[in-house]
């Protein structure tokens, strides 16, 4: 399956940009789409692009700067509270945001099974590990949120 056509990605791309996800299990589980990034669909919204720059969707009141306490505001908005680990807990929702250099990159969603799932920017979603995606391109999770389900 290495250098595989999968939709609008290889699938040695994804693991060029990703490397940690050879050494974990993952899976593409949607088309390419340029609709929605990983923060609307770590906030399940698959209708629109979210960003803190001009024209994008971003939530009201909180300031539009790339920064991880602006991330943390969008994900509060939506009742997450933070929490100090990734263990999956049925009754609550968790998002990671991730950093680079201490700026956000990324926003992963767990899944009921565990595993979590990402935007990968306009690419596919691809259902992974939570570490898969860790790694040059986004840094690493500087922040676990949780709600109630």
């Known amino acids: 399956m290495i250098g595989e056509k999968v939709r609008g990605m290889n699938i040695s791309n994804i693991e060029f940009f990703?490397?940690?996800?050879?050494?974990?299990?993952?899976?593409?589980?949607?088309?390419?789409?340029?609709?929605?990034?990983?923060?609307?669909?770590?906030?399940?919204?698959?209708?629109m692009w979210w960003a803190p720059a001009p024209g994008y969707y971003w939530p009201a009141d909180v300031p539009r700067i790339n920064s991880l306490e602006a991330y943390i505001a969008v994900f509060e908005k939506r009742g997450y509270k933070e929490v100090t680990d990734d263990a999956l807990e049925p009754d609550y929702k968790k998002v990671a945001i991730f950093t680079r250099d201490g700026t956000p990159t990324h926003v992963s969603l767990q899944l009921d099974s565990g595993l979590?799932?990402?935007?990968?920017?306009?690419?596919?979603?691809?259902?992974?590990?939570?570490?898969?995606?860790?790694g040059e391109t986004y840094g690493n999770v500087a922040i676990i949120l949780k709600r109630p389900k």
């Open 116 to 134: 979590w799932t990402s935007k990968l920017g306009k690419s596919e979603d691809i259902q992974h590990d939570l570490q898969g995606v860790s």
């Open 18 to 47: 990703f490397p940690n996800l050879i050494y974990s299990v993952y899976k593409i589980t949607s088309p390419y789409d340029t609709t929605y990034n990983c923060i609307a669909w770590a906030a399940e919204d698959t209708n």
